[in-house]
């Protein structure tokens, strides 16, 4: 595999940062353009668990109206899903399970996550 530029590189983490900081219409204009909408960085988070994370519900619907996978996983078997859990992000939650995603899924789950960090209201939206 040949190593990537350093163009390339800060390109990829300039995307991070806008999944992140929830700058959906440049983020969707290069997944328009070609950028994966299941990128992941060096930890496995794709833009959907950063924007998901970091409570960017419009980012996350934009994302998964795009193609981003609502079950992918990070190196730690965490989801997009999950991380909207932990955050305690009620809309970014329902947009998720509107989209598929598994409150089962990853390691820990949505639910055990929910469960572990006594989120009832969390758990609720989940069942």
């Known amino acids: 595999m ?6 390339t590189i800060a390109y990829a983490h300039r995307m991070f940062d806008l999944a992140r900081f929830g700058h959906t219409p440049e983020l969707i204009a290069n997944v328009t353009a070609g950028l994966p909408a299941n990128l992941t960085n060096d930890r496995g988070d794709t833009l959907l668990i950063l924007a998901a994370y970091h409570d960017h519900p419009d980012t996350v619907d934009a994302l998964l109206t795009n193609g981003a996978d609502p079950n992918r996983v990070n190196d730690r078997g965490q989801t997009a899903l999950s991380a909207a859990v932990f955050r305690q992000n009620p809309v970014t939650v329902m947009t998720l399970l509107a989209a598929g995603a598994d409150p089962d ?3 820990p789950s949505a639910l055990a996550t929910a469960d572990y960090f006594r989120l009832p209201e969390m ?5």
């Open 105 to 107: 899924g990853g390691t």
């Open 2 to 7: 040949t190593p990537l530029d350093e163009e």
């Open 123 to 127: 758990a609720a939206l989940l069942r």
